[in-house]
């Protein structure tokens, strides 16, 4: 399973048709229920951007190896957003006080609906229309919050890709992820008449507003307002490579002038990169050597990170921002929504001059800001009076371990993979590292033209290392020397 831009997926010519949902009017009730702080933000960024809103969704495609029905697929649909509360809600803004308020729709007032687009439309034009479509459609101020499209290709009638879109507000990359087996299990069932077996599961407005009162509470006292004090005070420790309180990617250079990622693009959008850095075999090794030294391949990853930065930089610690889920009960686990924070990372090996010799150390620093307080960080930012709160993240680094998420065993058969769409350009860098059942993929955005060439190399770097340590169990901090070079010395 890959997380890419819609552009890099393969998608078949065909038969194309877009899916929506609607509701009537009087079905909308007002809904007390505050947003999260992270949907509050969302909805206020797109408000000042107003008409400049474009291109700003999550989703995922998939096959349906199942014949095409569309009578099927569209009471399958309204199931799916029986299903999530949050599907069925959206925001109206005060006239008098420009405040976001919630409403919520009941879950049998909703109505899929459909509209053909083209019979038998080339990829590229299928690629154009879903693009378009879905940038400018999804929108955190507008409903439907989650819309669809299905492709029939025109040489295999046994099964049809659905591709959806949805705003971040209603979405996160576990629900993205476990849509696959919902959305499939609900057309089975209505294709079938079996029951779906699919299981029961709390709403996101529930927990938003468990948020918000959680939220009230905090003071300057709160752990989590500790930790992120710290960390951005801390920055002195990595201040040659990362200047900045909130870390952004580390300086190859800092003595040849100050240009800016903006002085240096060539797009409007940011690059976006996505390749398979380990085969399954060497992910299982590379595991193995973690394993063996007694941490997990987060860790070992971290450590990976660690040693591309020195080769990279001439340094090794490194300061990131690292994206957690936030479904702290059970009862939130199948639950759409947007269940993300952040917290602070800092990676520090020491004197460590190999990859074994780092991993505990690593492991150690990585931890050294993580608390059990849920607090989230938009209240964080909100009591500290830290300048570095008034910027967004600018590196982020990402590693989960999929292998064991519901229906993992199908993904490539099923053609299945996360998307996001285009970003525009921006000086912040994305890495999302994924270990999944056929391997380890990486995939990053980052500034275009050539301010994003660093980056670049720093993947080429980080792929380096970890192909070295699945090979023989271990690597230095310093880049191993090439054989042809090893002849030339002796």
Same mark, same amino acid.
């Given at each position: 399973?890959?997380?890419?831009?819609?552009?890099?997926?393969?998608?078949?010519?065909?038969?194309?048709?877009?899916?929506?949902?609607?509701?009537?009017?009087?079905?909308?009730?007002?809904?007390?229920?505050?947003?999260?702080?992270?949907?509050?933000?969302?909805?206020?960024?797109?408000?000042?951007?107003?008409?400049?809103?474009?291109?700003?969704?999550?989703?995922?495609?998939?096959?349906?190896?199942?014949?095409?029905?569309?009578?099927?697929?569209?009471?399958?649909?309204?199931?799916?957003?029986?299903?999530?509360?949050?599907?069925?809600?959206?925001?109206?803004?005060?006239?008098?006080?420009?405040?976001?308020?919630?409403?919520?729709?009941?879950?049998?007032?909703?109505?899929?609906?459909?509209?053909?687009?083209?019979?038998?439309?080339?990829?590229?034009?299928?690629?154009?229309?879903?693009?378009?479509?879905?940038?400018?459609?999804?929108?955190?101020?507008?409903?439907?919050?989650?819309?669809?499209?299905?492709?029939?290709?025109?040489?295999?009638?046994?099964?049809?890709?659905?591709?959806?879109?949805?705003?971040?507000?209603?979405?996160?990359?576990?629900?993205?992820?476990?849509?696959?087996?919902?959305?499939?299990?609900?057309?089975?069932?209505?294709?079938?008449?079996?029951?779906?077996?699919?299981?029961?599961?709390?709403?996101?407005?529930?927990?938003?507003?468990?948020?918000?009162?959680?939220?009230?509470?905090?003071?300057?006292?709160?752990?989590?307002?500790?930790?992120?004090?710290?960390?951005?005070?801390?920055?002195?420790?990595?201040?040659?490579?990362?200047?900045?309180?909130?870390?952004?990617?580390?300086?190859?250079?800092?003595?040849?002038?100050?240009?800016?990622?903006?002085?240096?693009?060539?797009?409007?959008?940011?690059?976006?990169?996505?390749?398979?850095?380990?085969?399954?075999?060497?992910?299982?090794?590379? /595991?193995?050597?973690?394993?063996? +030294?007694?941490?997990?391949?987060? %860790?070992?990853?971290?450590? &990976?990170? =660690?040693? $591309?930065? !020195?080769?990279?930089?001439?340094?090794?610690?490194?300061?990131?921002?690292?994206?957690?889920?936030?479904?702290?009960?059970?009862?939130?686990?199948?639950?759409?929504?947007?269940?993300?924070?952040?917290?602070?990372? /800092?990676?520090?090996?020491?004197? +460590?001059?190999?990859?074994?010799? %780092?991993?505990?150390?690593? &492991?150690? =620093?990585? $931890?050294? !800001?993580?608390?059990?307080?849920?607090?989230?960080?938009?209240?964080?930012?909100?009591?500290?009076?830290?300048?570095?709160?008034?910027?967004?993240?600018?590196?982020?680094?990402?590693?989960?371990?999929?292998?064991?998420?519901?229906?993992?065993?199908?993904?490539?058969?099923?053609?299945?993979?996360?998307?996001?769409? &285009?970003?525009?350009? $921006?000086?912040?860098?994305?890495?999302?590292?994924?270990?999944?059942?056929?391997?380890?993929?990486?995939?990053?955005?980052?500034?275009?033209?050539?301010?994003?060439?660093?980056?670049?190399?720093?993947?080429?770097?980080?792929?380096?290392?970890?192909?070295?340590?699945?090979?023989?169990?271990?690597?230095?901090?310093?880049?191993?020397?090439?054989?042809? $070079?090893?002849?030339?010395?002796?």
């Amino acid at each position: 399973m890959e997380y890419t831009e819609l552009s890099d997926y393969p998608l078949p010519s065909g038969r194309v048709t877009e899916w929506t949902v609607r509701v009537p009017d009087d079905a909308w009730v007002a809904d007390e229920r505050r947003l999260s702080h992270t949907h509050l933000a969302h909805a206020r960024r797109a408000t000042e951007a107003g008409d400049a809103w474009y291109s700003e969704w999550i989703g995922t495609a998939f096959l349906i190896e199942h014949r095409f029905d569309a009578e099927v697929l569209a009471r399958a649909l309204q199931r799916w957003y029986a299903r999530h509360e949050v599907f069925r809600s959206t925001l109206v803004s005060g006239v008098k006080d420009g405040q976001f308020r919630r409403r919520t729709a009941p879950a049998d007032a909703v109505v899929a609906e459909s509209r053909l687009v083209g019979d038998r439309l080339s990829s590229t034009a299928v690629y154009e229309h879903i693009d378009e479509h879905f940038n400018t459609t999804v929108s955190p101020l507008r409903w439907p919050h989650c819309v669809a499209v299905t492709v029939e290709p025109q040489d295999n009638p046994d099964s049809f890709l659905f591709v959806f879109a949805a705003d971040h507000t209603v979405m996160d990359a576990y629900t993205q992820v476990f849509a696959i087996d919902e959305v499939i299990a609900l057309y089975e069932s209505e294709l079938t008449g079996e029951p779906d077996e699919l299981p029961s599961f709390g709403s996101y407005i529930d927990f938003s507003e468990a948020e918000r009162h959680r939220a009230e509470q905090v003071e300057a006292g709160d752990p989590a307002v500790a930790a992120w004090a710290q960390f951005f005070n801390d920055h002195v420790k990595t201040a040659v490579t990362q200047p900045d309180r909130m870390p952004a990617f580390p300086r190859q250079n800092t003595q040849h002038g100050s240009a800016t990622a903006a002085d240096l693009t060539s797009s409007t959008h940011q690059a976006s990169l996505s390749t398979w850095i380990l085969d399954a075999d060497h992910t299982e090794k590379f /595991h193995r050597a973690c394993k063996a +030294a007694g941490v997990n391949m987060q %860790a070992g990853v971290y450590a &990976a990170l =660690s040693i $591309a930065a !020195y080769r990279h930089t001439g340094r090794s610690g490194v300061r990131f921002i690292n994206p957690i889920h936030t479904r702290t009960a059970s009862r939130w686990a199948g639950s759409a929504g947007w269940f993300v924070d952040i917290v602070p990372v /800092h990676l520090d090996p020491g004197e +460590a001059r190999t990859f074994l010799d %780092a991993l505990g150390a690593v &492991a150690a =620093s990585s $931890a050294k !800001y993580q608390t059990d307080s849920t607090t989230p960080y938009s209240t964080v930012a909100d009591v500290l009076d830290d300048p570095a709160t008034e910027h967004a993240p600018q590196f982020v680094v990402s590693y989960i371990d999929m292998r064991t998420a519901p229906g993992a065993q199908h993904w490539a058969r099923r053609r299945a993979r996360v998307l996001r769409s &285009a970003t525009r350009q $921006a000086d912040e860098v994305y890495l999302w590292i994924n270990r999944v059942p056929s391997g380890t993929n990486i995939s990053a955005r980052f500034p275009s033209g050539p301010a994003g060439n660093p980056m670049s190399d720093f993947i080429t770097t980080l792929t380096g290392v970890l192909r070295e340590v699945a090979a023989i169990g271990d690597t230095t901090f310093a880049a191993p020397v090439p054989a042809a $070079a090893q002849e030339d010395i002796s």
